[in-house]
């Protein structure tokens, strides 16, 4: 018993290099998790996702407007084509 309290008696349980390493990997994970979810949920990406839908919104409504007026058209175009000889 005596031998196994000398061994573990003096020797610290970690090196200084293995806790420094363990730290700066820690810090990296927390880092990557914040950019991440910045990326992800954050006010920039946000404001990307609502302009886009208004944009989509836009060019929907200008494909039906254009849709109508291409109706117009068609119809003054097939009714000027049935005057002349």
Request: aromatic content about 10%.
């Amino acid at each position: 018993m005596s031998e196994i309290l000398k061994e573990y008696d003096g020797k610290p349980r970690y090196s200084f290099k293995q806790i420094l390493k363990l730290i700066a990997v820690g810090l990296s994970v927390i880092a990557f998790g914040i950019y991440t979810g910045n990326m992800l949920f954050g006010k920039r990406s946000l404001d990307v996702m609502l302009s886009l839908q208004e944009q989509r919104e836009q060019i929907a409504s200008d494909v039906e407007e254009l849709k109508k007026r291409n109706a117009r058209l068609q119809k003054k175009y097939f009714e000027l084509k049935e005057l002349e000889p």
